[in-house]
């Protein structure tokens, strides 16, 4: 069964924002880091930041003051806020929900930056 859908990709001009957002199961939120990674064509998956289940955060560094990530422990959503995007940030961005021994992948949104 689906446990993770993400929503809120698209098209967007440089310098515009998007929010992501990751709709997991409860038993799954409950128990599991988040994160939010990211894959351009071509290129390998990386990370774009996690978040914790005590709300810890952390960016790759590139990315770090463009992108704000966030979890609703009541509605049980991760968000990825991202502003000022660039063409750069053209990927689909996946959805991650893990602890030891568990890796969970969303479907992944298409993000796309164009001008």
């Known amino acids: 069964q689906v446990q993770l859908v993400e929503s809120g990709g698209g098209l967007v001009q440089p310098g515009g924002s998007l929010r992501l957002s990751c709709a997991a199961s409860?038993?799954?939120?409950?128990?599991?880091?988040m994160g939010w990674y990211r894959q351009a064509p071509g290129k390998e998956r990386e990370l774009v930041a996690t978040?914790?289940?005590?709300?810890?955060?952390a960016y790759a560094d590139s990315l770090k003051g463009r992108f704000t990530i966030s979890r609703d422990n009541d509605n049980n959503k991760v968000y990825l806020q991202m502003n000022n995007l660039k063409p750069e940030d053209t990927a689909v961005y996946y959805c991650?929900?893990?602890?030891?021994?568990?890796?969970?992948w969303g479907q992944g949104t298409q993000v796309t930056v164009y001008s």
């Open positions: 991650k929900a893990y602890k030891l021994g568990s890796d969970l």
């Open positions: 409860g038993s799954i939120f409950s128990t599991h880091n």
């Open positions: 978040i914790s289940r005590g709300g810890g955060t």
